[in-house]
């Protein structure tokens, strides 16, 4: 019989040979029992329905995270202790995560935001950010 820490150590190198040729990756939610910390190079982002999501650092350099975190602030304000929390369900990040990490042409996040503003009714803000910048 193998001990449970030997059986992890195992998972954790098949996981790591299977994710060899991958350059980005988004690990969906985690039990409560896990840590609270995000791995090296991402950063946690919870829904509205509270599912984490722990997100690569270099996601931030693009223009629909720099929105969402936006969109977040307007609506819950600047997190003093909490987790950032952004004012959408689990499966509306998945999709805008899976979005930038095919590496899409700008002009598609674009078209992402514009949808995001004509669907919301409590984004103003970002509807007429995009109205005066001409995203």
Same mark, same amino acid.
């Given at each position: 019989?193998?001990?449970?820490? !030997?059986?992890? *150590? %195992?998972?954790?190198?098949?996981?790591?040979?299977?994710?060899?040729?991958?350059?980005?990756?988004?690990c969906?939610?985690? $039990? !409560?029992?896990?840590?609270?910390? #995000? $791995? !090296?190079?991402?950063?946690?982002?919870?829904?509205? +329905? !509270?599912?984490?999501?722990?997100v690569?650092?270099?996601?931030?350099?693009?223009?629909?995270?720099?929105?969402?975190?936006? %969109?977040?602030?307007?609506?819950?304000? /600047?997190?003093? +202790?909490?987790?950032?929390?952004?004012?959408? +369900?689990? #499966?509306?990040?998945?999709?805008?995560?899976?979005?930038?990490?095919? $590496?899409?042409?700008?002009?598609?996040?674009? *078209?992402?935001?514009?949808s995001? #503003?004509?669907?919301?009714?409590?984004?103003?803000? /970002?509807?007429?950010?995009?109205?005066?910048?001409? /995203?």
């Amino acid at each position: 019989m193998i001990s449970p820490r !030997k059986l992890m *150590a %195992m998972a954790k190198k098949w996981q790591k040979m299977a994710g060899i040729g991958r350059r980005r990756k988004i690990c969906l939610p985690r $039990d !409560k029992n896990s840590s609270r910390l #995000a $791995d !090296k190079g991402h950063f946690v982002v919870y829904s509205m +329905d !509270k599912r984490r999501f722990m997100v690569p650092l270099a996601y931030l350099s693009r223009t629909i995270f720099i929105e969402l975190l936006r %969109m977040s602030e307007e609506e819950f304000g /600047l997190p003093r +202790d909490g987790p950032i929390t952004l004012p959408f +369900d689990s #499966a509306a990040i998945e999709y805008m995560v899976s979005v930038v990490g095919r $590496d899409v042409s700008v002009e598609l996040e674009k *078209a992402l935001l514009v949808s995001l #503003a004509n669907n919301s009714t409590v984004h103003g803000g /970002l509807r007429s950010r995009i109205i005066v910048q001409g /995203l």
